[in-house]
């Protein structure tokens, strides 16, 4: 009888709990391999993707090394005292130096002159990218003897060949090869004068450096170890500024160098976070509906005996098995990926995307595929001390108690702190990695309600004069046992996130595409005379060259403003415009239209001057800030020695980006034509071949004319555009397949929902097609309602990244959209039929008995 | 993105346009000046009609009037001389530039003319033949509306890294030019000044307040006969 | 490692006191045991005051029509789910005292259970489902003591079967090993033949008697099958949740 005292303390036994989540994972296997595969999809999706960024990231990083050449690069136009010679030879692992000025260079063999840029070279600069010479082995062997790198235009423009001799200074140099392109040249004296390298140790000898020479001392630096170089960079600067000097790091430049560096990690922030969500949407349905189908077998072992921690353990042993064994398949399988597809598209990729396991994805995909596991499998789990062993007697869920449980919400709270750290990891910002959140759970929000509103109506609508197949595929919607909010959401999300994706990638390819060259103006011919004008364009012509610009410029500064002039300004503090506005010498064009490049702000356009009245003129936005003008202001220009009495007309915005002339202020026709100016003429060369003909009979008929040839730096530039396209292109289309892959998993792991009802219908006679009509209908209503409101969300979730997080001008396209639609309500259709497939090939009691 | 580094590009590229530097300030006086002579046109004094580029117009000080036709219009007020310095100097400016310029200059009535034009020629390689060809229309302009009125060259020479030959052709341009036109020569205006890092700007070619009073002094020393 | 929910109070050791000795005779003691649910504002009385104790050993068998409130009952004096009134004391042990995870082990330790639907793990084996209340406890040679409980109920073949491959009967005689696996001192069945056919009922009643009478275990079985009934030595009569009847049998 001592046996009716109990011993409450009972410990867990712990290797029970394990064998018991190992026993009950046997039985069908199959169905657990198919909530497994939703976690490998899932989880592989985040590996490839968070590989690939990796792995990209890199190599856009290496790419942007080559527009220095080093990890850090010092300059300035003064020889370097001793104290400062210590402390740049202290700096680094490795050093170069170069000294680089303007000279004329002679080729004696064609006879020709012309100014060039000296760069004499000392060291194994550069140590990212290469001189890139032809013949190859120039860049390297050059510096052992007298002889010289000679740009590939000049060499063209002054039919110079390898082995021939250039003059440079005193000295005559052998020329050792044609240099194709160099790191560090995206400088603007390598557009005004091509560059010829030569080695350092003649410099000397060629008598160019001495007392008055104009000379730049640049001294270059790679770092072995993975030391912050801008750190360093920053605390040398003090005295570097002492110096006159300036530093450069690849960071540095590519902040200098502009926003698609900042747009490219952005956008991979963005295809990190919906990796990590794509994971989020595989694991979590999987397992969500995984342990939903547990909560009977909970219940008679609590009927057993088992406390409801045991019971909550054996689960929670057996999901973070499953949530292990699906995660690490799926970070082999995401590897895999990562390694073979660029293989496979070998020939379709344009540039080599280098694949290096990645441990800091595959850590990632792992904890994040476990922690996703447990805390998706909590919500239900927890529950498990609500259910009552009485659903043994009795089916009896007490849904609104489930609702109420504040461990509810404390899960609820874990997954969302979850979700902003992982987002804190790929976009290193808390405010961004909250308002992303925010933004899923808002759009989650809106799915379920989507899903809530779809129940509510359906339930209304479906009447019984219906035919039975209507009405049994819409009841399916809201009857007990649906699926439709936990797919509304999977789909709509992922489709959600597809599209976004999409919708950003079109416009950052836009974007990059604005900024590549192009057809755009890569020459620059200035300070072309009036009377040479209609020459230099018939010359240009002439060559099958187009005048993408022709422009007037006439020099003139501002002498008053409202009647205010400099001198007032400095007596008077409280005059709001600034100094430089009066010092500033204006380049000013006048025309009779805008063009491309700018808007109207404010104002009205005047394109023509009435000579009696004053003179309308534009201004731009910045100018009006800084001069404090408005519509209407009185401004009087001194346009050398006249003056001319104006009054602002209006304000334009300028897209100063693109390679062309803007101006700050341009006057209408009809009153500069008589002042002193000069022309600029803008034109796009094809190739070196062609740029170097032009600009010799340029130089040859108007010697004074001078050309920026910007096709070298151009192309550099350039060719780092593409790469980032492509990224952007091939990161997305990545995305978006594994985002259809997760969609497919997560509708796949519906398949047993509607397994029993089919048999049953079966059993009942139904036929073949009135079973596929309903499955068909109730997956046509989920997909189509899901992916429609998936796509809204999306226009409205471009909108915010347009706007707040690129700042591009927001624009999207509705076909695509229209296109994603079609395929993820029929994706949805068809993979809703292959479930039911399995119950129709299959005599009914043989799928109850297995699958029941 | 690249379109900062493009923008950038053009700006520096149109600034060498500029001259030797920038677009930047330029003497303000110099239109300024020019401006007030054409209204108030005093006949009581004479005009010394300063014609060059940034070196005149003062590029990269704080106030244009320091540079050295200011020191020298200031020379002249204490001198208490009948002269009016008007400073026609503009950044940027090339030779070929200023023979297109100069007509709209010449409206008004110039009794010395200083001609300072040819650095930034001589920066950008132009060939030594097109600077003189230039500088004798300029010159022949000059005399053609002005036959009374005095001329005066100031020689430039472009730094040692340019090669020796180019600059030694560079530098003969002047004596030749001013003794072809019977113009008086100061026969390296920057002399003194050029290459000493502490009398010039940042740049390390355009001559500080400091570096400008020297200017002036190598200027004065020919331009003084002149006024007499 | 003795693992407890957050918000569970551990259960302190003067609980043994609950444990009274002298009501030993009586194994279940129900003093007027209220049920009412809250439905759409109003009030369900599913049990209305009932009171009775059942001695130990004996067999009962509670009748009434359906919706009578009889699984109701069941469940309350099994511990599986909490009166709204009124007292369960099973073993001399005040169920309403104890925490959801004490229940549980109250169940596990003293109660089996039949269902008529048979609630067997169907991830488990037939043997590891006979297992389950042994190892709950920690016993030693569970397997072999499993095996024996099978082959008492005539499936020593069938241990390795999961649940869907026997038929309804084999399926309630594994349950009935389970229920008898931890020499539970009441089994409480739930129409334990209600899915079966006449003969295998016939079958199934023999032996939870038979191993009954083996185990001198209580028995309280919900059934409507009058035959049933009256096999056991008490039949109490519920209708309308209310307790109209209590008789002795001829057994008892």
Redesign the interface.
Known sequence: MDNTAIDFKRKINIPWLFRMAWRDSRRNRSRLFLFISAIVFGIAALVAIYSFKYNVQNDVNDQAATLIGADLSISGNKPVDDKLKHMLDSLGDDRSQERSFASMAYFPRTNGTRLVQIRALHGDFPYYGTLETTPEVAGLTFKKGRMALVDKTLMLQFNAKVGDSVKVGNLNFQIAGILNKAPGQSGVMAGIAPVVYIPMQYLEQTGLVKIGSRVNYSFYYKFNSSVNVDKIGKKIDPMLDKAGMRFETIETKKDNTGRAFGDLSRFLSLVGFVALLLGCVGVASAIHIYVKEKIASIAIMRCLGVKSSEAFLIYLIQIVGIGIIGSVTGAILGTAVQHLLPIVFKDFLPFTISVQISWMAIGQGILLGVIISILFALLPLISVRNISPLNTLRISFDESGNRRDPLRWLVYLLILVFVIAFTYLQLDSIIGSILFTLGILIAFMILTATAWLLMRITKAIVKGSWSYLWRQGFANLYRPNNQTIILIVSIGLSTMFICTLYFVQTLLVQQVNLSTSGNQSNMILFDIQSSQEKGVVQLTKQQGLPVLQQVPIVTMRIEQINGKTAADLAKDTTIKIQHGVFTWEYRVTFRDSLTSSEKLLDGKWIGKADPSKEIPVSVEENLSKRGNLKIGDKIVFNVQGVQMPAYVASIRKVNWGKVQTNFQVVFPKGILEGAPQFHVLMTHVPSNKVSAAFQQVVVRAYPNVSIIDLGLILSVVDELLSKISYVIRFMSAFSIITGIVVLIASVRISKYQRIQESVLLRTLGASRKQIFTITALEYWFLGSLSALTGILIAFAGTYFLAKYSFEIPYSVNILPALVLFLIVSLLTVVIGLLNSRGVLNKPPLEILRTNA | MNKVTLSGILLAALTMAGCGDGAKSSNNDQAQAATENVKTDSASKKIVLFFGDSLTAGYGLDDPADAFPGVISRRVDSLKLPYKVINAGLSGETTAGGNGRIDWLLKQKVDVFVLELGANDGLRGIPVSETAKNLQSIVDKVKAKYPDAKLVLLGMQVPPNMGADYTAKFKNVFPHLAKKNNMALVPFLLQGVGGVPSLNQGDGIHPTAQGAKIVANNVWAILKDELK | ??????GVVT?PAF??LY?K?TS?DNILNISDLSKTYQSAGRTLTVLDQINFSVAAGSTNAIVGPSGSGK?TL??LCAG??RSTSGTVEL???NLNKLT???R????????G?I?QNF???????AL?NVM??L????EKNIKARAWDLLDKVGLSERGHH?P??LSGGEQQRVSLA?AFS?APRILFA?EPTGNLDAETSDKVIKLIFDLNKEAGTTLVVVTHDLELAAKTQRIIRIKGGKLIADEKTING
């Open positions: 490692m003795d693992i407890q929910w957050p259960t609980l043994y444990h000795k030993v699984t069941l469940g599986l789910d073993n001399g042990i959801e995870d004490q549980a082990q109250v169940r596990n330790q003293h109660v259970f269902f609630q067997l793990l169907p991830t488990l084996t590891e389950v209340p190892e709950l406890r920690g999961y869907l491959q389970r931890n739930d």
